[in-house]
T-cell receptor, first 107, second 114 residues
Framework: GQSLEQPSEVTAVEGAIVQINCTYQ??????LSWYQQHDGGAPTFLSYNALDGLEETGRFSSFLSRSDSYGYLLLQELQMKDSASYFC????????FGKGTRLHILP | EAQVTQNPRYLITVTGKKLTVTCSQNMNHEYMSWYRQDPGLGLRQIYY???????DKGDVPEGYKVSRKEKRNFPLILESPSPNQTSLYFC?????????????FGPGTRLTVT
């Protein structure tokens, strides 16, 4: 079956760097998207990788390796407001999301 | 303002009473989709639509219907709701084809079926 696997929780310290991994197994794969969701809110788009390599958007970067069926989201200079859940998702007509990674940030 | 709207935001209903959750977008997006979100299960796609009059099943379509008669609207219909459909529902839209990677989500509809 199709699936995207992420760790359920990650904890990091304010100001530090954290990496959230996503491994995927999908029949059709065109790229990997990342979304952020704060408690009580809707998911919002963060980043997308269609090709192998690193995409940088401010403090957030995302990486994709198609040969390893693996990607990650990198958050730098962590701030308390980054405490949220993060989801990876495939890009296809039928979209599959990972179950999400809850990021806890310690002061 | 570019947005996806959903109504109602909160709904408590009883088993078997038909209901419709509306979704509308003002960005001229081709692709629209419905998701349900349950604790520990993440977002699961119910139905999606590539364009007007084109709909297809997602991962969890049982018990739901959709229609896409106009580009901007994509209502979700529960003909006979059951308690296992109690969930948080999100509508989303995006440009189609290779641009479907960036979805815009509505604010969500919290549905309780008793």
């Amino acid at each position: 079956g199709q699936s995207l696997e992420q760790p359920s929780e990650v904890t990091a310290v304010e100001g530090a760097i954290v990496q959230i991994n996503c491994t995927y197994q999908t029949s059709g794969f065109y790229g990997l998207s990342w979304y952020q969701q704060h408690d009580g809110g809707a998911p919002t788009f963060l980043s997308y990788n269609a090709l192998d390599g690193l995409e940088e958007t401010g403090r957030f970067s995302s990486f994709l390796s198609r040969s390893d069926s693996y990607g990650y989201l990198l958050l730098q200079e962590l701030q308390m407001k980054d405490s949220a859940s993060y989801f990876c998702a495939n890009r296809d007509d039928k979209i599959i999301f990972g179950k999400g990674t809850r990021l806890h940030i310690l002061p | 303002e570019a947005q996806v709207t959903q109504n109602p935001r909160y709904l408590i209903t009883v088993t078997g009473k038909k209901l419709t959750v509306t979704c509308s977008q003002n960005m001229n997006h081709e692709y629209m989709s419905w998701y349900r979100q349950d604790p520990g299960l993440g977002l699961r796609q119910i139905y999606y639509s590539m364009n007007v009059e084109v709909t297809d099943k997602g991962d969890v379509p049982e018990g739901y219907k959709v229609s896409r008669k106009e580009k901007r609207n994509f209502p979700l219909i529960l003909e006979s709701p059951s308690p296992n459909q109690t969930s948080l529902y999100f509508c989303a839209s995006s440009f189609g084809g290779s641009s479907s990677y960036e979805q815009y989500f509505g604010p969500g509809t919290r549905l309780t079926v008793t």
